[in-house]
């Protein structure tokens, strides 16, 4: 069964960067996309940046585009998302996730799915 595990997450001025990591047991060659998302309070989970199995095509949502950047290094079995000029509403639980397709970031397309990092920007 794929496990993933998020990290690189905490807080960070309103401007500033960060970049988390999404570490699988095993790359899963059973899924075909990878993504984050994130979770506000009170709020469900939605999508943030996917990226498909064999790298060829990245995704991201509206509020991020220009700013997050989304890649994988499978010997490393490990997916990143590069935050870059990060804003306060960026602050929420980002999650990693394994799914079946990349046409839309909804979670209900994912099964495996980490425990989640949290990024607080102030």
């Known amino acids: 069964h794929v496990q993933l595990v998020e990290s690189g997450g905490g807080s960070v001025q309103v401007g500033g960067s960060l970049r988390l990591s999404c570490k699988f047991n095993y790359w899963p060659s059973s899924r075909k996309c990878m993504a984050w998302f994130r979770q506000f309070p009170g709020k469900e989970r939605e999508g943030v940046a996917a990226?498909?199995?064999?790298?060829?095509?990245?995704v991201y949502a509206d509020s991020v585009k220009g700013r997050f950047t989304i890649n994988r290094d499978i010997v490393e079995s490990t997916l990143y998302l590069r935050m870059n000029r990060l804003r306060a509403e960026d602050s929420a639980m980002y999650y990693c996730?394994?799914?079946?397709?990349?046409?839309?970031?909804?979670?209900?397309?994912?099964?495996?799915w980490g425990q989640g990092t949290q990024v607080t920007v102030s």
């Open positions: 996730a394994a799914g079946d397709s990349c046409r839309s970031i909804v979670a209900r397309r994912f099964d495996a």
């Open positions: 990226i498909t199995d064999d790298g060829t095509r990245t």
